[in-house]
């Protein structure tokens, strides 16, 4: 078992990492504290997966867990669906000191994550991510949230979970692409602040992509530390540090809400090009060497994640993307926070970036043969 203590100002949790945790999560949970009513939301596809195994160990243990199952997909994650979770927990009489596990990938988890943080103002959730994005990001630091029509994660409250429990062997069902997707976060962490981890990527990104179980518990492992840092330093955002975990993100969600939030681009896939705008951007601006960004660039490539637009099938003019961009939750004042970066492991906030001389700039990335 690695255990990733996120520490926070009034509380802690734990982050437990280890193979074949998701038949052993009932003792865990059980032993948060007493509790009568044990719910789990998931997806169709996830349940008809893993449901089972999570329910025979809480038979076991002389627990009842009982099942909301709902659609996969983006789609899920708006205001119909968060209504139709709420009122189920309410009918089965969850209190806030019971507990509600969110079993899935980042839309689970950000829905059930904010039905409990508005059911009697605030329930205990518990995250188990079955995708490595959320494995290694969305479980992680309380950000929770649904789609509205104007914008991605436009809804949404700062409600962290009581506990994570990562099991690595429950990526074992995902696709070649969805792996990818969820390394973009991985990699993330190197680009933004640590550049000897961007050197384990490049040097184990394939054992990582094709199941090592070392090189994934060690990702999982390293992913968590540095957003649990970032995240005890800086927990809702009202400072610089936790911006920088929106690296790629204000060109990816972009992106994502113009392909419909559809799987034209999963959300992994959008960080990905997101990012490589991001240092595109930086390296036209001055700030990035050239070399860092075509290094960033090659590894993407053998990686297998994509760094154009085209990807999705999204071409100029730019101005759509803009459109979405000015729904960003960062915007203050009429301005847009930019990630962007000084090179490898060197990423910073710079909220000083005309949307004039991004949409310039994308407008000539679209036009790219």
């Not at 893993?50 to 199952?69: E, R």
């Not at 479980?139 to 929770?144: E, I, L």
């Not at 429950?170 to 961007?198: H, I, M, N, P, W």
């Not at 929106?246 to 990816?252: D, E, K, M, V, Y």
Request: proline residues 4%; negative net charge.
């Amino acid at each position: 078992m690695t255990t990733v203590t996120v520490e926070l100002a009034a509380r802690r949790y734990p982050i437990e990492i280890a193979a074949g945790l998701l038949g052993r999560a009932a003792a865990a949970v059980a032993a948060l504290g007493p509790q009568t009513r044990f719910a789990v939301v998931t997806d169709a596809t996830v349940a008809a997966l893993y449901l089972d195994t999570l329910t025979a160990g809480f038979a076991h243990a002389g627990l009842s867990l009982v099942p909301i199952i709902l659609p996969p997909g983006e789609a899920t994650k708006n205001w119909a669906t968060l209504e139709a979770v709420t009122e189920r927990l309410l009918d089965l009489g969850v209190e806030r000191g019971d507990a509600v596990i969110a079993l899935g990938g980042g839309v689970i988890g950000d829905l059930t994550g904010f039905a409990c943080a508005i059911l009697r103002r605030g329930c205990r959730f518990v995250q188990i991510p079955t995708t490595l994005l959320a494995q290694v990001d969305s479980s992680v630091g309380g950000k929770t949230a649904i789609n509205a029509a104007a914008g991605k994660n436009l809804v949404g409250a700062f409600h962290q979970p009581a506990l994570v429990l990562i099991d690595p062997d429950l990526l074992d069902t995902l696709s070649q692409r969805e792996v990818r997707a969820g390394y973009a976060e991985v990699v993330k962490y190197g680009l933004l602040g640590d550049a000897a981890f961007f050197d384990w990527c490049e040097r184990h990104a394939a054992a990582l992509l094709t199941g090592d179980a070392e090189a994934r518990v060690h990702a999982i492992a390293a992913s968590c530390r540095a957003k649990a840092a970032i995240v005890a330093a800086d927990e809702r955002e009202t400072g610089n540090a936790r911006a920088l975990l929106n690296l790629g993100h204000t060109f990816g969600h972009a992106l994502e809400a113009e392909a419909g939030f559809s799987d034209r681009l999963l959300h992994g896939e959008g960080v990905a090009i997101g990012m490589a705008l991001a240092f595109r951007f930086s390296t036209e601006a001055g700030l990035c060497p050239p070399a860092d960004t075509a290094r960033m660039l090659a590894h993407f490539a053998a990686a297998g994640l994509p760094t154009h637009p085209r990807f999705a099938g999204i071409t100029g003019p730019a101005a759509p993307l803009i459109q979405h961009m000015r729904q960003d939750k960062k915007m203050a004042g009429g301005t847009l926070a930019f990630i962007l970066t000084r090179g490898i492991g060197a990423a910073f906030v710079a909220r000083d970036v005309a949307l004039a001389d991004v949409e310039a700039f994308l407008d000539r990335v679209l036009a790219e043969a």
